[in-house]
């Protein structure tokens, strides 16, 4: 099966013409990346708001995970038919299921910031505002970056239920190959959503190592919590055994 599959990738039929593999490829790249980034700008300012003020955050959070229960492709097909687009719907959709985890990483970034640096910088003078971007957002980026790695790998595995509407990303190779029990080229399309979601992680990883300050790395790394911080202040509650008191 896996021979037949790489002999389907292999042949050069499939890598020439409008449905290529090259150019459905670039397609589901251009559906991701537009998702990601759609998602990105709703979910990043809601979760450094809530982060920061601490208003609404479990609310907020929690019915964005809620939306992790709609399924996809009957959300893309609905709104194929009540839009009448396909491009729109699926982007649409892609952005509903991208949200979640990048809101849930920004605000957890935010808030696991260590108490005691925010306080500091409140005694120095700084505003809000420069509390946020000079303090809380640097410390966030780890989480804030880990949610869009998350995001991105959601928006690659999904992007292929485009294919039902007629978009040609690589969710067709899956489509035509159940339809017509050609198992090497849905194997060879599954083939290539798993490289390209290996690929994009890693330039991503490659990315948060350029945008997280390097204190921040050096501090997870060493695996140690911050003082102040969340986990911290779970590791300071004493068992029974510390305080002691009876474990029976």
Known sequence: MFADAFGWLLDPANWSGGKSI??????HLLYCF?????????????GLFVGHTGRGGLVLVGGSNALRALPTLGLVTFLYLVVGGSTVSVLISLVVLAV???????????????????????????????RLWQVEVPNAMPLLVGGLRNAMLQVVATASVAAFVGVETLGRPLLDGIRVLDYPQFVGGAILIALLAVVLDAVLAVVGRLVVPAGVRLSARTGKARPGSAASRRR??????ESGGSTA
């Open 34 to 46: 537009g998702a990601v980034l759609g998602a990105a700008l709703i979910a990043v300012p809601l």
């Open 236 to 241: 300071e509650v004493p068992t029974p055994v």
């Open 100 to 130: 979640p985890p990048i809101l849930a990483g920004t605000y957890a970034g935010v808030q696991d910031v260590d108490r005691g640096v925010v306080d500091a910088a409140r005694g120095m003078g700084m505003t809000g505002a420069q």
């Open 22 to 27: 090259p150019v459905r490829i670039g397609i």
